[in-house]
Nanobody
Framework: QVQLVESGGGLVQAGGSLRLSCVAS????????MGWYRQAPGKQRELVAA???????NYAASVKGRFTISRDNAENTVFLQMNSLKPEDTAVYYC??????????????WGQGTLVTVSS
């Protein structure tokens, strides 16, 4: 199988920064799109940012200009640099990857989530 493990969440004051990391491991042949989603209490999960294997990115309007997604294809890792954090960025952040298993199967995989709390 394929697993995603996130790290880097925590408590930060408004205006501060955090960097999230997500490492994919397992029987991976290739990874296509990787992304970060978030879910705040009482709200639906939403896309924050995504990046293709070729490096094309897209962002939610609410984070554009503050967050930067990047990836290291050799290490099967995706990052989310979050600057100028706001209390409304508080959520559980989930990593997602569209992978191709070594068997040839396409697998959409989710991480366990990492909590980001921004205090005012």
């Amino acid at each position: 199988q394929v697993q995603l493990v996130e790290s880097g969440g925590g408590l930060v004051q408004a205006g501060g920064s955090l960097r999230l990391s997500c490492v994919a491991s397992g029987s991976i042949f290739s990874i296509n799109r990787m992304g970060w989603y978030r879910q705040a209490p009482g709200k639906q999960r939403e896309l924050v940012a995504a990046i293709t294997s070729g490096g094309s990115t897209n962002y939610a309007a609410s984070v554009k200009g503050r967050f930067t997604i990047s990836r290291d294809n050799a290490e099967n890792t995706v990052f989310l640099q979050m600057n100028s954090l706001k209390p409304e960025d508080t959520a559980v952040y989930y990593c997602n990857a569209n992978t191709v298993h070594q068997s040839g199967r396409y697998l959409a995989v989710w991480g366990q989530g990492t909590l980001v709390t921004v205090s005012s």
